[in-house]
T-cell receptor, first 116, second 114 residues
Framework: AQSVAQPEDQVNVAEGNPLTVKCTYS??????LFWYVQYPNRGLQFLLK????DNLVKGSYGFEAEFNKSQTSFHLKKPSALVSDSALYFC??????????????WGLGTSLAVNP | NAGVTQTPKFRVLKTGQSMTLLCAQD?????MYWYRQDPGMGLRLIHY???????AKGEVPDGYNVSRLKKQNFLLGLESAAPSQTSVYFC?????????????FGSGTQLSVL
């Protein structure tokens, strides 16, 4: 069965420190992988995606994520956290050959709190 | 260019009442989705559409119906609301090219069923 795990419900970091939000997945075949961010009382916004190619993907707001096929992980990272990065982060996955099966598999989300 | 617009933003229903949530997108996207978001449950797909005139069931379709009569609109109906349908509902639209898919979300509808 396809699944996405975000093992940490909450991550706390100090402003200026590096941050990591973890995601591991299980999918049949090659995956499309995504990170989305949700600010309070807002819809989700796309951050970045891995389709193919370079394992290090750069996205919006200085975020990046590293695809690790052997560990089936796609951790989100940022070198220097900002207070404004505080939000809910979602990882999602879809099999490459899903065709018209539009079902993204979503993680439960990780709440990131960046302390001043 | 408004993106994805959901109406209404808030609604309170009594058990058994019906309502329709409207989603409109102005990006000419083929794919549209309805999700619900509940604490501890993440996002769950209710129904989706791969084009005008098409609909398909997601993970949690029971108690909901949808229609996509026009490409830009995707309607979610609750025929007889139940307290278990208290949730935040998000509509999304997307396109897919060789670079993959990117979803655009509306700002959500907070629904309470008493």
């Amino acid at each position: 069965a396809q699944s996405v795990a975000q093992p940490e419900d909450q991550v706390n970091v100090a402003e200026g420190n590096p941050l990591t939000v973890k995601c591991t997945y299980s999918v049949s075949g090659n995956p499309y992988l995504f990170w989305y961010v949700q600010y309070p009382n807002r819809g989700l916004q796309f951050l970045l995606k891995y389709i193919t190619g370079d394992n290090l993907v750069k996205g919006s707001y200085g975020f990046e994520a590293e695809f690790n096929k052997s560990q089936t992980s796609f951790h989100l990272k940022k070198p220097s956290a900002l207070v404004s990065d505080s939000a809910l982060y979602f990882c999602a996955v879809r099999a490459v050959n899903a065709g018209n099966n539009r079902k993204l598999i979503w993680g439960l989300g990780t709440s990131l709190a960046v302390n001043p | 260019n408004a993106g994805v617009t959901q109406t209404p933003k808030f609604r309170v229903l009594k058990t058994g009442q019906s309502m329709t949530l409207l989603c409109a997108q102005d990006m000419n996207h083929e794919y549209m989705y309805w999700y619900r978001q509940d604490p501890g449950m993440g996002l769950r797909l209710i129904h989706y559409s791969v084009g005008e005139g098409t609909t398909a069931k997601g993970e949690v379709p029971d108690g909901y119906n949808v229609s996509r009569l026009k490409k830009q609109n995707f309607l979610l109906g609750l025929e007889s609301a139940a307290p278990s349908q208290t949730s935040v509902y998000f509509c999304a639209s997307s396109y897919e090219d060789r670079m993959g898919e990117k979803l655009f979300f509306g700002s959500g509808t907070q629904l309470s069923v008493l």
